[in-house]
C-alpha cells in the first residue's frame, strides 16, 4: 500500500510545503492585523498624509497670503537669500537659501500638529486611574483587624 493513494484508489497528491507555507504566513500576517494595532496604524497613516495635503494648501493657499498682504504683499514662498545668482537666464543655476518656504514648511508643521492634537483629545481618553482592587482591599481590611486585635490582646 502506497502513501500517495487516497480515497477510492484515486491518486493522492500531497500539498508541496511552499503551498503550506505560503497559507500559514497569511494566515499569521491576516491574525496580526486582527489582533494588533497595525490595521488602524495603516488608516492613521492614509488619512495623515490626506489631512497633511488638506493643511499645506490651507497655510499655502489661504492663511499666508493675507499675512503677505498685510506686510506689503510679500509672498513668502518668494523670500530667499541669494548667495549666487543664476547664470545664464537659467533659473535652475540660481543658489540661495529660500527661507520664505521654509517658513511656511514651519507654519504647516505647527498648523498639522495642532490639528492632530485636536483629534486625539477628541478620540483618545485617558482612563481615570482605578482604586485599589478588591481583593487589596480585602487585605488591607483583614491586616488592620488583625492588628487592633493584637493591641487588645497586649494591653488586656
Known sequence: ???DRG???QGYHRPSPRWLLEVTVLSDFR???VKSNALALAI???IGAALGTVVASLVEDIIMPPIGLALGGVDFAELKIVLQAATGGDPTTEVAIRWGEFLNALITFVAIAFVVWLISKAF???E????PA???VLLTEIRDEL???NRTRAGA
Open 124 to 126: 483618545i481618553r485617558e
Open 7 to 9: 480515497l477510492g484508489g
Open 1 to 3: 500500500m502506497s502513501g
Open 134 to 136: 478588591a481583593e487589596e
Open 31 to 33: 491574525a496580526f492585523l
Open 44 to 46: 492613521g497613516v492614509i
Open 128 to 131: 481615570d486611574p482605578a482604586g
Open 147 to 149: 492588628r487592633a486585635a
